[in-house]
């Protein structure tokens, strides 16, 4: 099946500083990627939709100037939290999409992104 | 409102017992697909099994088959023979629209919590 990575997997930062987070398609051109926040023992709630070369879509109640999403190529997308905030603290997990695919199953998880803002 | 309702919080099993988790869901489309996913304590989204709103048969997928009742609206995954590796977050998800529609994401239900006891 398609792999997809995410870096870093752990993060810890002070509070104020920004984190980048990057999510790599291994094996497949990512038309679409989605990113995902968990809260401990909580759903995957969505974020936001980006498509490569264009801007990201944001969900209702997510700050697209905190959440910065760039999908610059099919095999990369970047979440970088800005002035990250303990309330930011969370588990980021990405997905991706290939859109050549007929396969039903063409949404491929990352292993996540978990973050711990000081 | 919820489009997708999972109703048990957690659930306990027997080791090599069955066991059914719950599913609702809520759609207008006429078109769509159901998945399930196992999340473990590593935080990774495991794709156990998939049902389209079009499949005649109900899908299985080894010790895993989901029990598709449209007119009901429900999903329900039954996994047979458990072992204490099932012991896991499992998440219902739904999307909308054809496989091939744009840029639908999948939609999470709160997921239920499964302890296999040996």
Same mark, same amino acid.
């Given at each position: 099946?398609?792999?997809?990575? $995410?870096? =870093?997997? @752990?993060?810890?930062?002070?509070?104020?500083?920004?984190?980048?987070?990057?999510?790599?398609?291994?094996?497949?051109?990512?038309?679409?990627?989605?990113?995902?926040?968990?809260? =401990?023992?909580?759903?995957? %709630?969505? %974020?936001?939709?980006?498509?490569?070369?264009?801007?990201?879509?944001?969900? $209702?109640?997510?700050?697209?100037?905190?959440?910065?999403?760039?999908?610059?190529?099919?095999?990369?997308?970047?979440?970088?939290?800005?002035?990250?905030?303990?309330?930011?603290?969370?588990?980021?997990?990405?997905?991706? @999409?290939?859109?050549?695919?007929?396969?039903?199953?063409?949404?491929?998880?990352? =292993?996540?992104?978990?973050?711990?803002?000081? | #409102?919820?489009?997708?309702?999972?109703?048990?919080?957690?659930?306990? !099993?027997?080791?090599?017992?069955?066991?059914?988790?719950?599913?609702?869901?809520?759609?207008?489309?006429?078109?769509?697909?159901?998945?399930?996913?196992?999340?473990?304590?590593?935080?990774?989204? &495991?794709?156990? &099994?998939?049902?389209?709103?079009?499949?005649?048969?109900?899908?299985?997928?080894?010790?895993?088959?989901?029990?598709?009742?449209?007119?009901?609206?429900? #999903?329900?995954? !039954? &996994?047979? #023979?458990?072992?204490?590796?099932?012991?896991?977050?499992?998440?219902?998800?739904?999307?909308?629209?054809?496989?091939?529609?744009?840029?639908?994401?999948? !939609?999470?239900?709160?997921?239920?919590?499964?302890? !296999?006891?040996?």
């Amino acid at each position: 099946g398609a792999v997809v990575s $995410q870096h =870093p997997s @752990r993060v810890i930062c002070k509070s104020g500083t920004s984190v980048k987070i990057e999510c790599r398609s291994l094996d497949f051109q990512a038309t679409t990627m989605f990113w995902y926040r968990q809260f =401990p023992k909580k759903s995957l %709630m969505l %974020m936001a939709t980006s498509n490569e070369g264009s801007k990201a879509t944001y969900e $209702q109640g997510v700050e697209k100037d905190k959440f910065l999403i760039n999908h610059a190529s099919l095999t990369l997308s970047t979440l970088t939290v800005t002035s990250a905030h303990p309330e930011d603290s969370s588990f980021y997990i990405c997905s991706a @999409r290939d859109g050549d695919r007929i396969n039903y199953n063409e949404q491929f998880f990352g =292993p996540g992104t978990r973050l711990t803002v000081l | #409102a919820q489009k997708i309702t999972q109703t048990q919080p957690g659930m306990f !099993v027997q080791e090599k017992e069955a066991v059914t988790l719950d599913c609702t869901y809520d759609t207008s489309d006429p078109s769509y697909g159901l998945f399930w996913y196992k999340q473990p304590s590593s935080g990774e989204m &495991i794709f156990l &099994i998939y049902q389209g709103s079009y499949d005649q048969q109900n899908a299985t997928e080894g010790r895993y088959s989901l029990n598709f009742q449209k007119a009901r609206k429900s #999903a329900n995954l !039954v &996994i047979s #023979a458990s072992q204490l590796g099932d012991s896991a977050m499992y998440f219902c998800a739904m999307r909308e629209g054809t496989q091939r529609s744009g840029n639908t994401p999948l !939609v999470f239900g709160k997921g239920t919590r499964l302890s !296999v006891i040996a």
